[in-house]
């Protein structure tokens, strides 16, 4: 396959699944978004995943996806890397979020396979090969656990040969599947997606990892990334089981709800979570205040 892209190594590292900031009236608030880069920026971590499942995607219009892609191109202003989202269920709109991509300079899409209706193992790779023909960048197939439709891991192989796909975000707890991705295609640059897995990901292979909490502990996660680089997996085990004392209550208050109220602790404003997604309550911020100082303690130290 000679038109088959090399993946650029540049885009392995510890990626932020960047927030998306709501106003208290539900509004995307593009005001926030350059504080939130340059907070995120200043922690050291290789670039953003924008509009993806943390990014409250499928609770917004392309429109609005297409703004907040554009909105943190602009505040980032080529100082990271950047992989645009752009799932959809329709092709079509896959098309034109990845347009919008495109255009704004990002580095590389990404897109969940095509959801809810029971597409076919075929027609799903039709998607993929069809978003890799049609969009002059590299693509990152989002393979997050149950939500995958039909493909099976076989199929996730099979993409990983197709002539624009550099990667996969591996959001499963099969890591002996993310260590086949890797003997199937050396080269292919594939990211751990639990956060509270990151140790293991990194340890079986991964080339980086892309997460929710990397918005407020990225840093962490840096020294991680290092230290098992480095060969350091006692210390490196010592920093995924703090973090995962802050995910453990996270996950009791709502991930996505709990990671804007953690930047919230931490001074930067990310606006709140459109419903369904709760607001966190007084209590939740009592709890999350603890993660806050076991953070500030872990950095100190
Ligand atoms: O892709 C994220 N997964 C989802 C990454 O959004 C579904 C993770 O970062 C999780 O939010 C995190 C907490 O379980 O590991």
């Given at each position: 396959?000679?038109?088959?892209?090399?993946?650029?190594?540049?885009?392995?590292?510890i990626?932020s699944?960047?927030?998306?900031?709501?106003?208290?009236?539900?509004?995307?608030?593009?005001?926030?978004?350059?504080?939130?880069?340059?907070?995120q920026?200043?922690q050291g971590i290789a670039?953003?995943?924008?509009?993806?499942?943390?990014?409250?995607?499928?609770?917004?219009?392309?429109?609005?996806?297409?703004?907040?892609?554009?909105?943190?191109?602009?505040?980032?202003?080529?100082?990271?890397?950047?992989?645009?989202?752009?799932?959809?269920?329709?092709?079509?709109?896959?098309?034109?979020?990845?347009?919008?991509?495109?255009?704004?300079?990002?580095?590389?899409?990404?897109?969940?396979?095509?959801?809810?209706?029971?597409?076919?193992?075929?027609?799903?790779?039709?998607?993929?090969?069809?978003?890799?023909?049609?969009?002059?960048?590299?693509?990152?197939?989002?393979?997050?656990?149950?939500?995958?439709?039909?493909?099976?891991?076989?199929?996730?192989?099979?993409?990983?040969?197709?002539?624009?796909?550099?990667?996969?975000?591996?959001?499963?707890?099969?890591?002996?599947?993310?260590?086949?991705?890797?003997?199937?295609?050396?080269?292919?640059?594939?990211?751990?997606?639990?956060?509270?897995?990151?140790?293991?990901?990194?340890?079986?292979?991964?080339?980086?990892?892309?997460?929710?909490?990397y918005?407020?502990?990225g840093?962490?996660?840096?020294?991680?990334?290092?230290?098992?680089?480095?060969?350091?997996?006692?210390?490196?085990?010592?920093?995924?089981?703090?973090?995962?004392?802050?995910?453990?209550?996270?996950?009791?208050?709502?991930?996505?709800?709990?990671?804007?109220?953690?930047?919230?602790?931490?001074?930067?404003?990310?606006?709140?979570?459109?419903?369904?997604?709760?607001?966190?309550?007084?209590?939740?911020?009592?709890?999350?205040?603890?993660?806050?100082?076991?953070?500030?303690?872990?950095?100190?130290?």
């Open positions: 396959m000679s038109d088959r892209l090399v993946p650029r190594r540049d885009l392995a590292g990626f699944a960047l927030v998306t900031p709501f106003a208290a009236d539900g509004a995307l608030a593009l005001d926030l978004v350059p504080a939130l880069v340059n907070r920026l200043a670039g953003f995943y924008v509009g993806g499942s943390t990014g409250e995607a499928f609770l917004q219009s392309l429109d609005e996806r297409a703004a907040f892609l554009r909105a943190v191109a602009k505040a980032a202003a080529g100082r990271c890397r950047l992989i645009a989202h752009v799932g959809a269920v329709a092709t079509a709109d896959c098309l034109a979020l990845g347009r919008a991509a495109v255009e704004a300079g990002y580095d590389a899409i990404s897109a969940i396979p095509p959801f809810y209706y029971d597409f076919s193992r075929d027609e799903a790779k039709a998607h993929y090969r069809t978003l890799g023909a049609e969009l002059p960048l590299p693509l990152i197939v989002y393979n997050f656990g149950g939500r995958v439709g039909r493909l099976t891991s076989e199929d996730l192989l099979e993409l990983l040969d197709e002539p624009r796909v550099i990667g996969v975000k591996h959001t499963s707890q099969d890591l002996h599947l993310l260590e086949r991705f890797k003997r199937h295609r050396p080269e292919a640059v594939i990211y751990n997606g639990y956060d509270e897995m990151c140790l293991a990901g990194l340890a079986m292979g991964a080339d980086g990892a892309i997460g929710t909490t918005n407020f502990m840093d962490l996660f840096v020294r991680l990334a290092a230290a098992v680089a480095a060969g350091r997996l006692t210390e490196a085990r010592a920093l995924q089981v703090t973090a995962n004392r802050v995910i453990d209550v996270l996950i009791e208050v709502g991930v996505f709800p709990g990671t804007k109220a953690m930047l919230a602790l931490m001074g930067f404003d990310a606006g709140t979570c459109r419903p369904p997604f709760r607001a966190v309550t007084d209590a939740d911020r009592a709890k999350l205040a603890t993660c806050v100082d076991l953070l500030r303690a872990t950095a100190a130290g």
